[in-house]
């Protein structure tokens, strides 16, 4: 079984930045892609930003230029550093690990960007 454990949500006002976290444990044997997906209050869940297990990296064009994802593979985490937060951008933030033809889900970190 696999766990994903995000953390580093919060509220901050338009214009400030956040760093999230997700940490990934159990039987994981191995480099595999990871991901950030983001749903908004009565919105269908996007893809934010992906990261492969040698660290190519894919993004959403509403978050090209202002959220870097990146990876630390001794401890199986991905972070999502997102700067120049919009209100467009709040939403639960989920992250997700694909292991073969298994993909695994964390319950998600709040993000709210409000003044």
């Known amino acids: 079984q696999v766990q994903l454990v995000e953390s580093g949500g919060g509220l901050v006002q338009p214009g400030e930045s956040l760093r999230l976290s997700c940490a990934a444990s159990?039987?994981?044997?191995?480099?595999?892609?990871m991901g950030w997906y983001r749903q908004a209050p009565g919105e269908q869940r996007e893809l934010v930003a992906t990261i492969t297990g040698a660290g190519s990296t894919n993004y959403a064009d509403s978050v090209k230029g202002r959220f870097t994802v990146s990876r630390d593979n001794a401890k199986n985490t991905v972070y999502l550093q997102m700067n120049s937060l919009k209100p467009e951008d709040t939403a639960v933030y989920y992250c997700?690990?694909?292991?073969?033809?298994?993909?695994?889900w964390g319950q998600g970190t709040r993000v709210t960007v409000s003044s």
């Open positions: 997700n690990i694909h292991i073969t033809y298994s993909t695994y």
């Open positions: 159990g039987s994981i044997f191995g480099i595999y892609p």
